[in-house]
C-alpha cells in the first residue's frame, strides 16, 4: 500500500468514526457533512471491489437529511 493510499483510508475513517460519533451526540450538522463525504469517497472504492450500490445519489443524501430533521 502506497503511502497516499494509506492516507486515504485513515481520512475515510476517521470521517466514518466523526459520522458515528456526531450521530451517537445528537451533532447533525457536522454528522450530515461528515457521513456525506464519506459515503461520496466509499461508493467508488466499492464498486471497484464489484459491490454495486443502488441508487448512489440517495446514500450521498440521506446523511444531509439529518441537517434538516429535529431542528
Known amino acids: 500500500m502506497t503511502g497516499t493510499g ?31 463525504v464519506a459515503m461520496f469517497f466509499t461508493l467508488p472504492v466499492l464498486a471497484k471491489y464489484g459491490i454495486e450500490v443502488p441508487w448512489p445519489w440517495l446514500w450521498i443524501l440521506l446523511p444531509l437529511v439529518l441537517l434538516v430533521q429535529k431542528r
Open 6 to 36: 494509506l492516507l486515504g483510508l485513515v481520512l475515510l475513517s476517521m470521517a466514518w468514526l466523526l459520522f458515528l460519533a456526531g450521530l451517537a451526540l445528537k451533532l447533525r450538522p457536522l454528522s450530515g457533512i461528515a457521513g456525506s
